[in-house]
């Protein structure tokens, strides 16, 4: 039988049997070397059941771990906005004081430093060239824009023949009722 187990979970099952089988097949007393060192069967059996115990502590312990963070998962979201709320409402209550934002653990807000005119015109610049690279036009130059469509042939959809005596409405033309279409006129296009 091989020794070399994988996994420490089964490592621990092992050491639990190798405990229980020493017990049961070695005298009371009876001093075995292992590792290089003379121990008791009693100091066996201690070792062997220690490294069970300390498996199944650790398991536990993952357990107990994994139960707390899924509970703080599901926490997390109304926590987060409850959290953000009352910084706000530190926020609005005592505006940038410092030593009082310290107590809360906040810092003030920086002050916002205005752009020097080279910056502007430098991102008014950027902001020019990333609208001609992307393609990006305003509302109005987007209406002059029209799609051209080339290479596609358009076969016109055929009605079934009307019957006799009837035009294509389903009226008499031979009463004198002129089909709606014929009498429509087109929209005017402003």
Known sequence: MSTST????????????????AQKHFPAGTSLSVGGGT????????????????????????????????AERAQATAMNAFVGAFVKIVRGSFGNQPDVLADFGLQPNKPKTPLTVEQKAAA?????????????KGSKAKLDIHGDVVGVVVTPVKAAPPAAGTGTSGTSVAAGNP???ATATPPAHS
């Open 6 to 21: 994988k996994g420490k979970g089964t490592r621990a099952t092992l050491a639990a049997s190798l405990a229980a089988g």
């Open 39 to 70: 121990l008791t069967l009693a100091q066996i059996e201690t070792q062997l059941t220690s490294y069970a115990s300390l498996r199944n502590d650790v398991n536990s312990a993952h357990a107990v771990f994994q139960a707390k963070v899924a």
């Open 124 to 136: 008014s610049a950027k902001r020019a060239a990333t609208r001609v690279a992307r393609g990006t």
């Open 179 to 181: 089909s709606p279409s």
